[in-house]
Each structure stands twice: as structure tokens, then as C-alpha cells.
């Protein structure tokens, strides 16, 4: 008995010690990012750039997984699953935060199956149509869309994206319900927009305002409280008549629970690295979006803000009564 505990305590020790190396090394090998959204859309595009640069940074090559569907609750799930070692990493934004409300029989606990790494950039949303649509403003946009329900459809990334809150948002604003056509990500929704297979979408600048600038798609108005300087002439939604209509999308970087917090700070400080990149700085701002500030780009910073928006947003989906399940 004496001898099991000496050498359960032994494995103990061991197993704590060479849990510290390992974080020491870390990373030795490559590190996977999942997006759960699919490749090419505005999820994918944030993770890509900081992926690049924290590569870099930690000496490892950071490899990017599009694990869309489901709103981004299949992604999110997979990681939940994996090793807590750090080599499995997540890429979400917001729907993390209102997933865990719309989606009854979640396969993981969100405020519990994670670790945090820290905030990475908050993002503005734009409504945007095919490019021959006929509204010229979000005032005729409106008119229409009341007037042309049961034949306008939305484009969305699944229930709990993004895309899905901004719809739900824009249906409830203007008291009309359209029919919605759900994508593993908006970069398919993106080619379908382009292709005018799909009329409307709600969608982050980081994948809208290339098209917007290249006159490809057509853009009502930006969900930001100010105008954007990557697109100046867009009214925010306050300006075009739908103040309730404001909303950011943030971004967050997590890791399954248990992953050692000497590795999560490591990577926290790669992110704070990674957010200071002049390359990162000047693509975010062409795309409309800023880094977030050291301090948010934290555990603590992250863990704060899931907590708080799932506080915020489990009421209004209630009162909304719509659930992903
Ligand atoms: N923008 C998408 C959303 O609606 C996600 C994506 O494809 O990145 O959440």
C-alpha cells in the first residue's frame, strides 16, 4: 500500500515534470487551427493571416482545417475532442458565444470544454445583395424585401453564424421573415452572391469589401457605430435608418481543456506578436477591421468577453423562441 502511493506520487511527479518540458519545447511540430467555417469566407481569412505571422513567431508551422457546418458548432466540437497538448487549436468568433443557447443538445459545454487564448480582432458586418439587385438604398432595400418576401432569399452560414445573428437582426428590425439559404461558410455564399444564385447576405468586411470596392456585389450599409475608412461611402446601418441593426463580430483563438496554461500564455504572446505585425495591421485595415488591444488578446480577455456574450445573448434568443434543434 505504502509502496503504491511512493509510486503513484512518483508517476505524479513525472508526469507533472514532463508535462512542463513538453510545454517548454512546445511547439515541436506543427500546430493545427480549425475554422469552423468553410475555406475562403471571413473566419478563414482572419485565421490564415494570424496563422501566417504566429508561425513565424513560434518557430512551427501553423496548419489551417476548415471543419465547416452547423454553424460552427462541428468545428468547435472536434476541438473539444482533441488532445489538450496545444497542437489542436480553434478559430471561432461570436457563434461560439450564441451557439451555446441556440443549440439545446450541444456535444460539448462551452464555458467549460475550453481553454483561452485571447481576443483577436472584432469585425463589422455589411448587408450586401447581387450585383443587379434592384434596391439602391437601404430604404428601397427595405421597401422591396417587405414587398417581395416569399421571393428574396438570404444567404447564411448556418444557424448560430454570424450571418444567421445579422439576418435574424435584419428580419426582426424590418418585421419580415425570408427565405434563408444556409452555406458551411459565407465564402460559398460569397460565389453564389457573385453568381446571383442568392439575393442578400449578411456578411463580416472581411470577406464583403474587396467585392464592394471591385463594384461585384452591391452594399447597403456597414452594422459599425462609425463609417470605415477601407469603405467611406457605406452609410452605417444608424445613418441608413436600422440602428438595432449594429453588431460586431469578434473573433477568438481557444484551446481544449486541459492544454497546459504554459502553453496557452506562449501563445497568447504570439497572438500579441502576430496583432503587431505591420502585415496583419495593413490587411485588416484594407478588409475593415483593427486588432484587438494587448490586454484583450489574453486568456482573461477571451474568457471575459465568452462569458459576458453568453449572458447577453441567451435572453434575446429565448424571447426569440428559435432554437438550432
Ligand atoms: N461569416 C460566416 C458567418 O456567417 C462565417 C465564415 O464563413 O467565416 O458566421
Not at 450571418?163 to 419580415?176: A, D, F, P, R, V
Not at 456574450?309 to 429565448?318: A, L
Request: with cysteine.
Amino acid at each position: 500500500m505504502h509502496k503504491l502511493s511512493i509510486s503513484l506520487a512518483a508517476t505524479a511527479v513525472f508526469a507533472l515534470v514532463s508535462g512542463t518540458a513538453s510545454a517548454q519545447g512546445y511547439p515541436e511540430r506543427s500546430i493545427t487551427m480549425v475554422v469552423p467555417f468553410a475555406a475562403g469566407g471571413p473566419t478563414d481569412t482572419v485565421t490564415r493571416l494570424v496563422a501566417e505571422s504566429m508561425s513565424k513567431d513560434l518557430g512551427q508551422q501553423i496548419i489551417v482545417e476548415n471543419v465547416g457546418g452547423a454553424g460552427g458548432t462541428l468545428g468547435a466540437s472536434q476541438v473539444a475532442k482533441a488532445e489538450p497538448d496545444g497542437y489542436t487549436l480553434l478559430l471561432h468568433h461570436i457563434g461560439m458565444a450564441t451557439s451555446a443557447t441556440l443549440y439545446r443538445k450541444l456535444p460539448y459545454d462551452t464555458l467549460n470544454a475550453f481553454e483561452y487564448v485571447g481576443l483577436v480582432t472584432d469585425v463589422p458586418m455589411t448587408i450586401v445583395a447581387k450585383k443587379d439587385f434592384e434596391p439602391t438604398d437601404l430604404k428601397g432595400l427595405i421597401e422591396y424585401v417587405k414587398a417581395n418576401a416569399d421571393k428574396v432569399s438570404l444567404a447564411n452560414a448556418g444557424i448560430g453564424a454570424a450571418s444567421h445573428l445579422c439576418g435574424m437582426l435584419l428580419m426582426s428590425e424590418i418585421k419580415t421573415s425570408l427565405v434563408t439559404v444556409p452555406y458551411k461558410g459565407t465564402g460559398p455564399a460569397m460565389t453564389d452572391l457573385l453568381g446571383g444564385q442568392v439575393d442578400l447576405m449578411c456578411d463580416q468586411t472581411t470577406n464583403t469589401t474587396k467585392q464592394i470596392k471591385g463594384g461585384t456585389i452591391k452594399a447597403y450599409a456597414v452594422t459599425s457605430a462609425k463609417r470605415l475608412d477601407a469603405l467611406p461611402d457605406l452609410p452605417t446601418v444608424a445613418e441608413a435608418g436600422l440602428p438595432g441593426l449594429q453588431v460586431g463580430i469578434w473573433h477568438g483563438i481557444y484551446a481544449p481543456k486541459g492544454t497546459p496554461a504554459e502553453i496557452t500564455e506562449k501563445l497568447s504572446a504570439s497572438l500579441q506578436k502576430a496583432l503587431k505585425d505591420p502585415n496583419i495591421i495593413s490587411r485588416f485595415g484594407e478588409l475593415g477591421t483593427v486588432p484587438v488591444t494587448d490586454a484583450e488578446a489574453t486568456p482573461a480577455g477571451l474568457k471575459t468577453k465568452l462569458e459576458s456574450e453568453v449572458t447577453r445573448w441567451k435572453p434575446i434568443i429565448e424571447a426569440a423562441g428559435q432554437y438550432a434543434d
